[in-house]
Structure formats: structure tokens, C-alpha cells
């Protein structure tokens, strides 16, 4: 019994994890009449569009799903590949059922597809989203605080309904509890990752970027209850590994099930964040949108897009490798992403100091050919293997 | 496609301004080179959204490591540079500036006139219109072991700026970057001597609009990329709100009105150019490795540049903008939320369509920098936009800002020959 609903729940989650043209959204405009907005990597305040009755849709590129027809010439070869799969899913009207795309301040990159887009589909919303570098409450969370009450001003002159503390405060509580489940995935994978693999994990997470939250919410419980039971996940001896870098354009698949098949348990990860981005519970006491703007400036994961206030990049990596239990980290980004590569030498540093064991390789969201990550991967879990039995 | 006669036949002489201009230069970094000894402080920053004449109110000295790691590539260090930065971790594919900063350090630190720099005493992180800066003084942060202040500076997404954002870079100014520059200078901000140097900005800021707006002449007196970064720019960020730079500007505006009068063109690596057969518009930084080499490329064809965005990433002051004395902080937060790569690409667009019809332009080139997302993500789109909207056509190069691996001249020159001559033809066909 409990093999077929995970084999259902798998099965659900791949369809919509591989829906580029975004049928499910679809399908659910039709059932609400309601408004969906996309949003690129890595986090937008989900909330805030659920409490106004919008449906916000996490679009992460084309993956290896489509082939680049028109986005080539949008982009230069020295541009990571997902804007350029961005903007041919919006050509090919792949993206049509969105009232309106949000590119939040991650990189020169994404900010310019924000004005991209702008020309190429001036009927649409498109809407840059700052955030703020500075972390002091008064002064960056007064600002962001304005950026959500003109999001939400926006939202509302294209058809959503108007802000309304109590919706939020509703909304919030919603993606509290999906957060919390997302934990208990990544508990579960990190205590017995043979229960949890990454593809798995991965698939149910991009599917959750094109439903609602309470949909992803109970795939996730049903799968966990399903895997719990599954006895027939066994561990095995592979090396426990955390994945740094791929937070924005996300890897294929196949690359992910290289990384296992070549010896790894990824333990910890940096994939589709949004869903993580946050840690903890956003509060539910007092202003709902100051809880909004405080969980950003103070529960946000470090991440390479983010000041490093203290100066202490790679430290937040440092530590969820102790937590994880994890033997080393596989710096895995995407060619020509600037947060990550820039950040890689920082980084590296620290694992350094840490005596952590680290590689690292580059992928583009439709690479193909893994043989050499697969290779290079398998030697360093081999390595890992190697030093944990000399070690007493 | 060269005809002889459109070559450059005039010896190559060197205007006034561009002599004093490196006398200038060749103080400021003796000054720096000199600091340990007398105790000058320096502040690092950038070139967008610099606080020139805030720094300087404190009488502390700006030090800007583009302008450094530009300077190593006209010097051809910028390979040696790049190269160690590589072998230490640093990607191939991020910013070349950043790599040849890091190389240069590693390799002693020394600045364009061969001495050393001073090791910085706060980085200045004006984060303005590039991703990559913020993490550039991460990286010089870790490198150097000094205190880091962030000045972030919101992006014009929806081609406006807001009360909210004035507010917010305004706060910190206040609250973050004045309180570090007088932990560092030991001096109270000094709100009236800010107001005077920024007085002395507006004024240079009329004589600078001034020069570049000569452009619109026939000939144009002035080369408006290569020349607007050779003599005309780089003047104004290091020293905008000096009495020195006022002075630069009131008489460079002289010899660009004699230039004017006696219906002459611009100068040129190979001297004065005889006769202008094309006038362009230039979109994205230029090669810094090959400076001449790029700039002769148009010379020799008879092409002047008449407006760039490039010269507009310290600002943008040809719409309006002015330094304002009586609104010290607004002002400064206006002006860095002004700059050209904090503009969105719409805004972009218009300001090449306008400059295409103010400077009677018969095209648009864009030379797509590879280590540079903010300038480069969106200008194939950028181009087409600007070709549909004013008719006039548009040409594509692509180099590097200072890794010379990138900088194909054959190719560059071939793509450039061919831009030329369709733009002969066509004006030989209308």
C-alpha cells in the first residue's frame, strides 16, 4: 500500500516538476479565476501574494525539458544558460497563463531579464523586487517593508485582492507548517538518506514551486508517511556529502542521480531555496508584514547573494556540514553564475580551515554529459570512504 | 574599407588638458604612494555611486580599484594579474576586474605610476549598479583584514526613483557611511564644508555636460567614448568637488570651444582626425588592453564617437542631474541611484535613442564586455529595441574589459570594417 502512494506521489511530483508550460497553474486558474505570478530564484515573500489570493509560481528556466530556439539570441554565450531558457518559455507561450513576473535582487543578471521582460511583454506586471543589504530594521526594513507595500499595491492594480492583515497572518501560518515539513524532509534525508534520496527530494520540491502551498504540503506528508514505512530502502556505503551552489539556475536531474549513483548521500543542499530561505517559523504575533520584513532581515539563510555583514563567508557552509554529519561538500554551481563563483574562493577558504574535504565542478540546467562529474565525484566519495577507515 | 584619405595626417599631439590631466593623476597616486609616511587615510570605492566629495570632506583620499586594474591592463600587467588570481581559486568566468585587483595585489600592489599602493583603510562598498562589487570587497575584505562599510544603493526597476529609496540610501548615509568616516578621520562631518565641495561639483558637472554635449557640432571636437574616458572622465570621479577639478573642467570647456571654432575634430592616437565619415553612438565599456589598438580600429575608418553610456557610469549629468548644496545627503543618494548601470534597461534604451537623435548619429555599436553581467545581460535585446525604434542600424563586437585573451583583433577589426561599410551604403542609397 504504501509503495503505491509513494510511487503516486513520485509520479505526481515529476509531472509537475517537468510542466514547463505550466499546465497545472492552468488548470487552477480556471477552478479560482485567480491571478499566478511567476517569480524567478531565489525567494520572494510567498506570503504576500498567497494572502491576496494570488498563486505564486517559482519559474526556475527550462531545465533539459526544452530546447533554446529563440533565447539564444537574447543572450550572449558568457550568460548562464536560465535566462535564456526563461525567456524562450515566455516567447513560446509557455508562460502566458502568468499575470506577471517578479525578479527579486539577486544578481545583474536576473535584474536585467527584469528589464527584458519589461520590453519584450510591456501588457504583463513585471516587477523588480529589491531587498535590502542593509540589516538594520529601521533602516533596510523600513525599506523593504515599502518594496512589499508597493508589491502588494501593484498586485492589487493588476486584479489580486487588496492587503489584508488577517489573510496574511492566515497565509503565513500555511507556509509555516509547509516550511516545517520541508525541515522534516531534509531531517529525515540527513539522518537516513537512503530513505530520502536527492532525486526524490528535488522532484517534490520544484513540483512545489507550481502549486499551492497546502497541495506541496500534503505530497510532502504523504510521501514522508510512505517512506517512513518503506522497509525496503536500505543504507548503503556511500559518502555523506553537502551540495553548495546551485541555488538559482537549478541542475538536471541526471546530474543529481550522477552524484548518487557515483557514491554520494547529499545531506545538506542549496536546491530550489525558496523554500528554505527562511528559516523557522515567520511569527504570527503583531503586524503581519513587519514579521514579513523581519524574517527576512533576520531568519534569511547566508547566502552568496546576501552581504556578509561579519565578514565570515563560507561559515554558514562550515556549519551545516558539522550539523549534517556531512564528510565533505561538492561546490556544484552553474557556469557563469556570479554569486556562487564569486563567492567559491571565500568559500573554499573556510573548508579549508575546517579541514573539510571539498570539490568542485560547474553545470548548466541542460547539460547532458556527466561523465567527468561522475568520475570526479566518485573519486572524492572514494577518497572520503578511504579516509574515514583509516581514521581511528 | 580605409580610404588614405581619411587618415589621421596630423602629427599626434596631446591637447593641454590631457597633459595636465595626467599631472593630476600622477599626484593623486604619488599622494597615496606617499600616505604611509604622512598619515593620509584612503578609502576604497567605486567608480559608480562614488561619494567623491564625501570622502574628500573628511580629507580622506579615494582610491578606486577599477580604475586600478584598468590601468594595469593599459600597462599589459592585467594577464600576470588575472593569471595568478586564477591559480588561487578565482573563476574563469567572473569579472576580470576583480581578478586582476586580486592579482595585483598578491603581486605587490603596485599602481600605475610603479609605486605601491596603501593597503586600504576602509573599504567604501558603494554597492551601485553592479552585483559584483559586493562581493569584490568580501574578497578584498578577507584579503586585507580591514573594516568594510555598505552603502547599498537600490536599482531603478521601475525606472524611478521613489521616496523609499531616497530614504533608505539617505539613512544610511547618514547612520552606516558617515559614522565609519569619522571613526576613520578622527573629524566631525562638517555639513557646511560638504555643501562647498558639492557647489564646486555642480559647477564642474556644467562644464563636463558642456564638453560632451559639443559633440553635437560637425565635426565633433571630442571623441566621446575613447576620449571621454582617456581625458574627460576619469578627471571627475577622483576629484569631483575640488577646486582642481572645477579648474580642469572651465578649461578643458575652453579648448574644447577653440576646437569648436576652429572646426576641428578630435584627437585621435595618431593626432587630429582630418575628416569625420561616421558618427556613432557606443553602448558598454571599452577593451582597456588594447586601448589604442580599438580606438584606432574607428579613427582609422573616420568614425567619432559622439555619446556613450559608458562614461556615465559616475553619473549621469547630460538629463539634468546636478549636485544639489542645499540637499547634501538627497543629493548624493539621487546621484548614485543616477548612474547608468542603476538605470533599467527601458530607461537604457531611451537614453541610446536619444542620444542617436541629439547627436544626429547614424548608428549604434555595442562592444559587449564578457566579465560584465550588468552592462552585458539584456544588450542583444537592448539593440534590437533601439534598431526598431529609431531605424538606425546597430553593430555587435565583443571583447573583455582587461583579460586580453578576449580581445580578437582581426575579428573585432573585421566586424567593425563591415559595420562602416554598410553604413556607407546605406547613406549612399538614401
Known amino acids: 500500500m504504501s ?85 524562450e518559455l515566455g516567447l513560446d507561450g509557455s508562460l502566458d497563463c502568468l499575470d506577471g513576473m517578479i525578479f527579486p535582487a539577486i544578481c545583474d543578471v536576473i535584474r536585467n531579464l527584469s528589464g527584458v521582460w519589461k520590453l519584450e511583454f510591456p501588457d504583463k506586471l513585471s516587477r523588480y523586487l529589491d531587498v535590502p543589504q542593509n540589516f538594520d530594521p529601521a533602516i533596510g526594513g523600513r525599506f523593504y517593508r515599502d518594496e512589499l507595500e508597493s508589491l502588494s499595491r501593484d498586485l492589487t492594480a493588476r486584479g489580486a485582492g487588496p492587503y489584508d492583515p488577517r489573510a496574511l497572518r492566515s497565509s503565513i501560518e500555511i507556509y509555516n507548517a509547509q516550511r516545517r515539513l520541508v525541515e522534516d524532509l531534509y531531517a529525515l534525508r540527513r539522518d537516513e538518506p537512503w530513505k530520502v534520496p536527492t532525486t526524490e527530494l528535488y522532484t517534490l520540491l520544484r513540483a512545489g514551486l507550481v502549486v499551492p502551498p497546502e497541495e506541496l504540503s500534503e505530497m510532502l506528508r504523504d510521501y514522508l508517511s510512505a517512506v517512513h514505512e518503506d522497509a ?45 530561505f527562511v528559516r523557522g517559523d515567520v511569527a504570527l504575533e503583531g503586524d503581519p508584514l513587519d514579521n514579513l520584513v523581519g524574517a527576512f532581515l533576520a531568519q534569511a539563510v547566508d547566502s552568496p547573494t546576501r552581504y556578509a555583514a561579519a565578514g565570515d563567508n563560507g561559515r554558514a557552509t562550515v556549519e551545516r556540514v558539522r550539523r549534517s554529519g556531512a564528510e565533505g561538500v561538492l561546490f556544484c554551481a552553474p557556469s557563469f553564475c556570479d554569486p556562487a563563483l564569486l563567492d567559491q574562493p571565500m568559500a573554499v577558504r573556510a573548508m579549508e580551515r575546517a579541514g573539510i574535504p571539498w570539490t568542485a565542478f560547474k553545470y548548466s540546467e541542460n547539460g547532458g554529459q556527466f561523465q567527468v562529474i561522475r568520475e570526479q565525484a566518485g573519486t572524492f566519495a572514494d577518497s572520503i570512504k578511504l579516509w574515514s577507515e583509516a581514521s581511528p | 574599407m580605409t580610404a588614405p584619405g581619411d587618415r589621421s595626417a596630423a602629427p599626434a599631439r596631446k591637447d593641454d588638458s590631457q597633459l595636465r590631466q595626467k599631472r593630476m593623476m600622477a599626484e593623486h597616486y604619488g599622494r597615496l604612494a606617499r600616505s604611509p609616511r604622512t598619515g593620509e587615510k584612503n578609502v576604497y570605492t567605486f567608480v559608480p555611486g562614488n561619494l567623491t566629495e564625501l570622502v574628500r570632506s573628511f580629507d580622506l583620499l579615494p582610491v578606486l580599484p577599477e580604475i586600478n586594474a584598468l590601468q594595469s591592463a593599459m600597462r599589459g600587467k592585467s594577464r600576470e594579474y588575472i593569471s595568478t588570481a586564477e591559480k588561487l581559486g578565482h573563476s574563469e568566468d567572473v569579472c576580470t576586474y576583480v581578478k586582476c585587483d586580486v592579482g595585483m595585489l598578491k603581486s605587490g600592489n603596485v599602481g600605475p605610476t610603479g609605486e605601491p599602493l596603501p593597503n586600504p583603510d576602509l573599504l567604501l ?131 574644447v570651444q577653440e576646437r569648436i571654432d576652429q572646426g576641428r575634430g578630435p584627437v585621435t592616437p595618431d593626432g587630429e582626425m582630418s575628416a569625420e565619415r561616421f558618427r556613432v553612438v557606443v553602448e558598454g565599456p571599452p577593451n582597456w588592453t588594447h586601448f589604442r589598438e580599438f580606438w584606432k580600429m574607428f579613427a582609422d575608418e573616420g568614425a567619432v564617437v559622439v555619446a556613450s553610456t559608458y562614461t556615465k557610469v559616475g553619473g549621469v549629468f547630460d538629463f539634468g542631474f546636478r549636485h544639489d548644496p542645499s540637499r547634501p545627503l538627497e543629493t548624493l543618494a539621487e546621484y548614485c541611484m543616477g548612474c ?71 575579428n573585432i577589426k573585421n566586424r567593425l570594417e563591415s559595420y562602416f561599410q554598410m553604413l556607407a551604403h546605406r547613406r549612399g542609397a538614401a
Not at chain 2, 135 to 144: S, T
Request: charged letters at 25%; glycine letters at 8%; hydrophobic letters at 40%.
Open chain 2, 340 to 410: 547608468y548601470t542603476n538605470l533599467h534597461l527601458p530607461g537604457r534604451v531611451e537614453m541610446l535613442c536619444r542620444y542617436l537623435e541629439d547627436y544626429s548619429a547614424d548608428g549604434l555599436l555595442v562592444n559587449s564586455i564578457k566579465s560584465c553581467n550588468s552592462f552585458s545581460a539584456g544588450q542583444l535585446r537592448i539593440l534590437r529595441e533601439v534598431e526598431r525604434r529609431t531605424g538606425r542600424p546597430a553593430g555587435f563586437i565583443e571583447s573583455d574589459l582587461v583579460d586580453p585573451r578576449y580581445f580578437s583583433a582581426a
Open chain 1, 232 to 276: 525496503a530502502r536500505k543504507p548503503m556505503d556511500q559518502a555523506r556529502v553537502v551540495l553548495i551552489g546551485s541555488f538559482c539556475e537549478q541542475p538536471p536531474l541526471g546530474l543529481i542521480k550522477t552524484l548518487e549513483r557515483s557514491g554520494c548521500y547529499i545531506v545538506d543542499d542549496d536546491l530550489v531555496q525558496v523554500h528554505r
Open chain 2, 125 to 255: 562598498l558603494s554597492y551601485t549598479g553592479c552585483f559584483t562589487f559586493m562581493k569584490w570587497f568580501e574578497i578584498l575584505r578577507q584579503e586585507y583584514d580591514c573594516p568594510v562599510v555598505m552603502l547599498h544603493v537600490p536599482y531603478q526597476g521601475d525606472g524611478e526613483i521613489t521616496d523609499a529609496m531616497r530614504r533608505y540610501v539617505v539613512g544610511q548615509l547618514r547612520d552606516v557611511v558617515i559614522p565609519a568616516l569619522e571613526k576613520l578621520s578622527g573629524k566631525r562631518y562638517d555639513e557646511d564644508r560638504l555643501r562647498g565641495m558639492l557647489a564646486l561639483s555642480a559647477q564642474a558637472e556644467d562644464d563636463l555636460v558642456w564638453v560632451l554635449k559639443s559633440a553635437a557640432h560637425r565635426p565633433s571636437p571630442i571623441d566621446a567614448y575613447f576620449g571621454g574616458v582617456y581625458y574627460i572622465g576619469p578627471m571627475f570621479t577622483a576629484f569631483r568637488g575640488t577646486p582642481e577639478a572645477a579648474d580642469y573642467y572651465r578649461a578643458l570647456r575652453r579648448e
Open chain 1, 3 to 87: 509503495a503505491e502512494r509513494l510511487r503516486g506521489v513520485l509520479e505526481q511530483a515529476e509531472r509537475l516538476a517537468r510542466d514547463t508550460s505550466l499546465q497545472a497553474v492552468r488548470s487552477w486558474k480556471e477552478r479560482t479565476a485567480g491571478l499566478a505570478v511567476g517569480f524567478m530564484p531565489i525567494y520572494v515573500p510567498r506570503e504576500l501574494l498567497h494572502s491576496q489570493g494570488v498563486l505564486p509560481v517559482g519559474v526556475i528556466g527550462g531545465g533539459d525539458e526544452i530546447e533554446i530556439i529563440r533565447g539564444d539570441a537574447y543572450y550572449q554565450s558568457y550568460i548562464c544558460h536560465i535566462p535564456r531558457s526563461t525567456i
